[in-house]
């Protein structure tokens, strides 16, 4: 299995910007392709992007493509999200979740980190 745990949230102004971050730990990183989840108030969650094992290969919700930028460091066992240009509806709890490349589901998911856009 692997743990996950997110941080970086916060409080920011829209237009403004901020970085997500996930460490792993567990099984080895590079074996999982992972992913970004946001779940706003009063509603479900939803996906945001993705990122296979390699890096290579990147995935973007139409709602945060041109925005928002998903990247991974194994060296690091860290996965990134980069905010940019965030909007009120960016308001979120944000998810870090692992999908072994194997698997066809997320099964291991962080806690999650809150962000708030002001407006």
């Known amino acids: 299995q692997v743990q996950l745990v997110e941080s970086g949230g916060g409080l920011v102004q829209a237009g403004g910007s901020l970085r997500l971050s996930c460490v792993a730990s567990?099984?080895?990183?590079?074996?999982?392709?992972m992913g970004w989840f946001r779940q706003a108030p009063g509603k479900g969650r939803e996906f945001v992007a993705s990122?296979?094992?390699?890096?290579?290969?990147?995935s973007y919700a139409d709602s945060v493509k041109g925005r928002f930028t998903i990247s991974r460091d194994n060296a690091k066992n860290t996965m990134y999200l980069q905010m940019n240009s965030v909007n009120a509806e960016d308001t979120a709890v944000y998810y870090c979740?692992?999908?072994?490349?194997?698997?066809?589901?997320?099964?291991?998911w962080g806690q999650g980190t809150q962000v708030t856009v002001s407006s």
């Open positions: 979740a692992a999908r072994d490349i194997h698997a066809s589901t997320y099964d291991y």
């Open positions: 567990g099984r080895t990183f590079r074996t999982y392709d």
């Open positions: 990122v296979s094992w390699s890096g290579t290969y990147t």
